[in-house]
């Protein structure tokens, strides 16, 4: 499956965005995760939602702002992001992985997008 992430760009503290996900492929039986990636930082789970999008687990900093979802026919996830603070600011990245269950760890992920930058000025 490939991915294509976008959405993203330049906002202030406590604004909202949506970042999105596009897979193409045969199919969407995907574990998927977000992940992101500040400057001089490793990568971060932030989300992550299970192949029916009824089970979402959520990195504890992001729990109460962010949501993560899926459309299935479209083949689709997308990450929204509420009341967004400087320390957001990071490269996101979208993943799929074949598991069963949510993982946070990157490299149960086979499948990643190319990332889409959000910067949050303060």
């Known amino acids: 499956v490939q991915l294509q992430a976008s959405g993203g760009g330049l906002v202030q503290a406590g604004d909202s965005e949506r970042v999105s996900c596009r897979a193409s492929?045969?199919?969407?039986?995907?574990?998927m995760g977000w992940f992101r990636q500040a400057p001089g930082k490793s990568r971060e789970f932030v989300a992550g939602?299970?192949?029916?999008?009824?089970?979402?687990n959520y990195v504890d900093s992001v729990k109460g702002r962010f949501t993560i979802s899926r459309d299935n026919a479209k083949f689709m996830v997308y990450l929204q992001m509420n009341n967004l603070k400087p320390e957001d600011t990071a490269i996101y990245y979208c993943?799929?992985?074949?598991?069963?269950?949510?993982?946070?760890?990157?490299?149960?992920?086979?499948?990643w997008g190319q990332g889409t930058q959000v910067t949050v000025s303060s």
């Open positions: 939602i299970n192949k029916s999008g009824h089970i979402k």
């Open positions: 492929g045969r199919h969407f039986s995907y574990v």
């Open positions: 993943a799929a992985s074949p598991r069963f269950v949510i993982t946070s760890t990157a490299s149960d992920y086979e499948y």
